[in-house]
Nanobody, 123 residues
Framework: QVQLVESGGGLVQPGGSLRLSCVASGFNFKIFAMGWYRQAPGNGRELVASTTNGGARTNYADSVKGRFTISKDNAKNTLYLQMNSLKTEDTAVYYC????????????????WGQGTQVTVSS
């Protein structure tokens, strides 16, 4: 069974940094694209960042471009999201997701979300 376990969320001040981790099991992690979604209260799920199976290509939402970095460690079955220069608008629950394919990185290309980790950016 696919299992995705997110961790690393917490409370940070604006301008701070966090690194989220997603440990995957139950599928061949190295052959699938992976992504990070987020959902704030009252909003739908937004695809924040995604990466191809080997991590060679990435995609970012305009709102996080230049601040967030997605990476994929296939040897550890772990996906990361490094978040720098955090803003209050980044407050949300962040979800790890498995892609349908190896190379497709759009918002409709991911399934099997984890349970999420809360990120709160506040003074």
């Amino acid at each position: 069974q696919v299992q995705l376990v997110e961790s690393g969320g917490g409370l940070v001040q604006p301008g701070g940094s966090l690194r989220l981790s997603c440990v995957a099991s139950g599928f061949n992690f190295k052959i699938f694209a992976m992504g990070w979604y987020r959902q704030a209260p009252g909003n739908g799920r937004e695809l924040v960042a995604s990466t191809t199976n080997g991590g060679a290509r990435t995609n970012y939402a305009d709102s996080v471009k230049g601040r967030f970095t997605i990476s994929k460690d296939n040897a550890k079955n772990t996906l990361y999201l490094q978040m720098n220069s955090l803003k209050t608008e980044d407050t949300a629950v962040y979800y790890c997701a498995q892609g349908r394919t190896a190379l497709s990185l759009g918002a409709d290309d991911f399934v099997f979300w984890g349970q999420g980790t809360q990120v709160t950016v506040s003074s």
